[in-house]
């Protein structure tokens, strides 16, 4: 089910996903699962764009980050540059998700 959030109506969200892994995978399928359309960049390919540039950026709405493109990657600084909304993959879930969540957290966490 989709929230009433505008932030997350389907028919109006374009996302970039960057990386190809399990967390880039599973909002890949969170994302279809609500019916909004997106894009994985993975520069290891993976059948998935391999590319990002400045040209790119205009084309989403939401970009989402997996866990192992840092803070300093180029694609990265150049969704953040444009003013979207940017999420952690974690982040953006937990933004459809409607239940109670519970945190954890730690020095490695």
């Known amino acids: 089910m989709t929230p009433d959030l505008p932030l997350y109506h389907p028919a109006s969200r ?52 997996s866990p192992g493109f840092s803070a300093e990657h180029p694609w990265v600084q150049l969704a953040k540059a444009s003013d979207p909304l940017c999420f952690c993959a974690l982040g953006f879930a937990m933004g459809l998700w409607r239940g109670k969540v519970l945190g954890v957290n730690g020095p490695n966490g």
């Open 14 to 65: 374009r996302v970039a996903i960057f990386g190809a892994g399990k967390s880039g995978r599973a909002a890949a399928q969170l994302c279809a699962s609500v019916g909004m359309n997106y894009q994985i960049y993975d520069e290891a390919g993976q059948g998935h764009a391999t590319e990002f540039g400045a040209a790119d950026v205009h084309k989403y709405d939401i970009f989402l980050f």
